[in-house]
T-cell receptor, first 114, second 113 residues
């Protein structure tokens, strides 16, 4: 079945540092890929998405490129801020089976300090 | 436009008690889902619905029931709570079609003692 593997956290960075959170996936066909962010005490919010190979999703300075050859969707940001401290989830929706189902990674907690 | 709302935000139950977690949406989305979030495990799908009157099981359905009598509401019922059901529960909606992102509610934190 489908699966998503994320790097384990927590990731602790100083403000203005470069961020990479690795995400790889296993799925048949051509899944859609997502990054969700969860701020403390809140639900999940869509951060960015990509629906086909070589697509780049971007939002709020974050970027991720759908790499089918390496089955990866790594999240990057050039200069993190304290306000980026949150838990980040990589997720996929397969192109077959249950349309409602997202398969999530285990989440990576990011802590940004001054 | 409230989006996806969930009640209650917090709940403590004793083993064997029953309760219903409420989820409502005002976006007229056909698809609705319930997930549970546990430490180190990401989110797992409990039940989902592709429209009023239609529900199906996800990957962890045991101990939970759902119904979908209207497009707007998708309650999740725990008939006899167990400590293993201590978790954070999220409701999500999905418009279907070419747009593929899901919209999540703020969550319900449930503790079963």
């Amino acid at each position: 079945g489908d699966s998503v593997t994320q790097m384990e956290g927590p990731v602790t960075l100083s403000e203005e540092a470069f961020l990479t959170i690795n995400c790889t996936y296993t799925a048949t066909g051509y899944p859609s890929l997502f990054w969700y962010v969860q701020y403390p005490g809140e639900g999940l919010q869509l951060l960015l998405k990509a629906t086909k190979a070589d697509d780049k999703g971007s939002n709020k300075g974050f970027e991720a490129t759908y790499r089918k050859e390496t089955t990866s969707f790594h999240l990057e940001k050039g200069s993190v801020q304290v306000s980026d401290s949150a838990v980040y989830f990589c997720a996929l929706r397969g192109d077959t089976g249950t349309a409602s189902k997202l398969t999530f990674g285990t989440g990576t907690r990011l802590q940004v300090t001054l | 436009n409230a989006g996806v709302t969930q009640t209650p935000k917090f709940q403590v139950l004793k083993t064997g008690q029953s309760m219903t977690l409420q989820c409502a949406q005002d976006m007229n989305h056909e698809y609705m889902s319930w997930y549970r979030q546990d430490p180190g495990m990401g989110l797992r799908l409990i039940h989902y619905s592709v429209g009023a009157g239609i529900t199906d099981q996800g990957e962890v359905p045991n101990g939970y029931n759902v119904s979908r009598s209207t497009t707007e509401d998708f309650p999740l019922r725990l008939l006899s709570a167990a400590p293993s059901q201590t978790s954070v529960y999220f409701c999500a909606t999905f418009p279907g079609g070419a747009r593929r992102e899901q919209y999540f509610g703020p969550g319900t934190r449930l503790t079963v003692t």
